[in-house]
Antibody, heavy 122, light 110 residues
Framework: QITLKESGPTLVKPTQTLTLTCTFS??????????VGWIRQPPGKALEWLAL???????RYSPSLKSRLTITKDTSKNQVVLTMTNMDPVDTATYYC??????????????WGQGTLVTVSS | QSALTQPASVSGSPGQSITISCTGT?????????VSWYQQHPGKAPKLMIY???NRPSGVSNRFSGSKSGNTASLTISGLQAEDEADYYC??????????FGGGTKLTVL
């Protein structure tokens, strides 16, 4: 059974750096084809893809946020960490991590964490 | 990267069918079969409903189906039920090796 859970601060101040951890079980991030992604959702708004890390340590970032994001993995701890620098109130959102699976023809997010609400305010 | 275009809202009565469209470009929806659909109930995490344009994960009702024509993908829900009331998001891989979501559609079951 695959599960993921996000953890990190619920409140950060403007200009600070946010560090979120995704702790997962039921799969290994060293297995070929596997990935873990981060997605966020501002209150009342749409989902926004942030970053993805693959089993081979390849990384992909949202073009609009690339300069502020870093995604890393610790395979031994079954964790993926996302850092976002220079936080702003517009970054207030629920942040989700999700397991990326692939069929023979495409890839998709089949398991999601419960999400963690991060508020940016002074 | 622009979000995929979805109608803000759709509605239908129990038992009816509805279709939600998701329009992109040849650089995303039209160029790949990496279209997936997610259902999100209030306060809950998104749930995968369709992948590979038209495939259903195990456990998802066969009332949900997906298709694609050109740069537009569609999600159809037949035999609407009260529990289908939720937000729905499409997603696609892009030519820039990234993923983009749609703006979301709120489904109301009348």
């Amino acid at each position: 059974q695959i599960t993921l859970k996000e953890s990190g601060p619920t409140l950060v101040k403007p200009t600070q750096t946010l560090t979120l951890t995704c702790t997962f079980s039921g799969f290994s991030l060293s297995t070929s084809g596997v990935g873990v992604g981060w997605i966020r959702q501002p209150p009342g708004k749409a989902l926004e893809w942030l970053a993805l890390i693959y089993w081979d340590d390849d990384k992909r970032y949202s073009p609009s946020l690339k300069s502020r994001l870093t995604i890393t993995k610790d395979t031994s701890k079954n964790q993926v960490v996302l850092t976002m620098t220079n936080m702003d109130p517009v970054d207030t959102a629920t942040y989700y991590c999700a397991h990326r699976a692939c069929s023979s023809t495409s890839c998709y997010l089949d398991y999601w964490g419960q999400g963690t609400l991060v508020t940016v305010s002074s | 990267q622009s979000a995929l275009t979805q109608p803000a809202s759709v509605s239908g009565s129990p038992g009816q069918s509805i279709t939600i469209s998701c329009t992109g470009t040849s650089s995303d929806v039209g160029g790949y079969n990496y279209v997936s659909w997610y259902q999100q109930h209030p306060g809950k995490a998104p749930k995968l409903m369709i992948y590979d344009v038209s495939n259903r994960p195990s456990g998802v009702s066969n009332r949900f189906s997906g298709s694609k024509s050109g740069n537009t993908a569609s999600l159809t829900i037949s035999g609407l039920q009260a529990e289908d009331e939720a937000d729905y998001y499409c997603s696609s891989y892009t030519s820039s090796s990234f993923v983009v979501f749609g703006g979301g559609t709120k489904l109301t079951v009348l």
